[in-house]
């Protein structure tokens, strides 16, 4: 195994993440705070000598990256960009302990969400925009491995995924990354901009509107008001939150092929349709239970705030447009169920977003109809597929695998949080809430549920933990452990 490349590789992403703090660094000195400005730019030059160290350093040496190196940097890269993306908050003393500013770090990364910081409304707009570049970057990058590094080691049915991007087949790990960050860059950037564009004109201030936008495409969940999207009271930008958050539940690929003028794409991809499903039997249901509520809420008001926490869950964003203590949030008391079981989902593949995903699903249903067609046809011969691609065996035990893990995985973390003080109900859902990548959620589902600040270290780090297998291949963190993939 070559380590080199791995370090390489690494070193890169520090040197990108490090150009990234230029950004709140000129925020702080326009907004006056030259403390913090000076903060930011000695992180940036700090990051940056450490990238281009490691990157130089193995310059001459990469050696061979394939499947054990790729394995390797899937893990390691989150864990050390979160570690210098924690620098310049841990330096801003808004966090009260250093794990407190790594713990806000990887979140963002991860596009998690889950925050221990208060006091957002007097924070400094370069935190905050720091924040959010974390969850953006953070989204990026999950979309970049999935589509050039996870789909091609075929990891937990990653083999049936669908790209709209050009294989590269032939070509390095390393060099399908640069190739898949040149082709989807701009068409991130791009609909940034539009989403941030389209936030300011329904009413949010240039800098929320650009921060919301960051959270939204990137399904992270990161506000700039300690109420989140309920401090607002917009309903114009909560509809434009949820365009936008759709969008960043679709496979990017498919904007790619959209953008260069492939627009059959949308109608040809299978997730799209099982997420335009989900998305109008959601709409249908609630219409109708809507119409028997028996309270005295405004039916157009009610609908639209629930629909907004069902999109929420469902692209594991964590936006709530409710306030917690309200009573409120969604289909209470029916709420819990219904969100722990959209976050657990997740969005379609090669996507922001966290959870199992829509393709394993898909193929978990059609797997258990076929068993139960076999009982009354048991000598039948029916094909597994998904849309035009036909499922075979091996595809279908890795999907099973991967969902056989990701149980033991959540019921693991419930267990360690309920040992770290948390109580039962207030632990599965952290456990849900921190694999699936969607950490506001935990007190829409348990309001009484202590805040993560108020966590215990043992807790902050399980749930650390929890948040970096669930945005990483689970079957692909386990391979670490495994004793075998150190002797290859």
Known sequence: MSITSVVHCLGWTVGLLAALMILPALTAMLDGDTRLAWTFAASAVLCGFFGAGLALATWQDEGQFGKHEAFMFLVLVWLVLAFFGAIPLHFSGMPREPIDAFFEAISGLTTTGATTFVGLEAMSPAVLLWRALLQWSGGLLSVVLAVSLISHLGIGGMEAYHSALPRGEGASLPARMLQTVQDLFWIYVLLTLLSALALWAAGMSAFDGLCHAFSALSTGGFSTRDGGIASFQNPVAELVLMAVMLLGAMNFTLHWAAFNGRLRV???????????????????????????????????????????????????????????????????????????????????????????????????????????????????????????????????????????????????????????????????????????????????????????????QGAKITMIIGMLAGRVELLALLSLLNPAYWSR
């Open 266 to 456: 949308f109608r040809e991809n299978i997730e799209i349709y099982y997420l335009a499903v989900s998305v109008s039997i959601m709409v249908v249901a609630l219409l109708v239970l809507g119409l028997f509520d028996q309270t005295d809420r405004e039916y157009l008001d009610t609908f639209r705030g629930e629909i907004f926490t069902a999109i929420s869950a469902l692209t594991t964003t964590g936006f709530l447009n409710q306030p917690i203590d309200s009573g409120d949030i969604a289909l209470a008391p029916l709420a819990p169920i219904l969100i722990v079981g959209l976050v657990l989902v997740g969005g379609a593949t090669g996507s922001t977003t966290g959870g199992v995903r829509l393709m394993r699903i898909a193929v978990l249903f059609k797997q258990a109809q076929r068993e139960l067609l076999r009982l009354s046809f048991p000598h039948g011969v029916r094909p597994l597929r998904l849309g035009k691609l036909r499922i075979e065996n091996p595809i279908i035990w890795s999907v099973w695998s991967y969902f056989f893990v990701f149980i033991l995985v959540l019921a693991g973390l419930a267990l360690a949080l309920a040992y770290f003080g948390l109580s039962p109900d207030a632990a599965i859902a952290g456990a849900a809430v921190a694999v699936s990548n969607a950490g506001p959620f935990l007190h829409g589902i348990i309001p009484e549920a202590p805040a993560y600040v108020e966590m215990s």
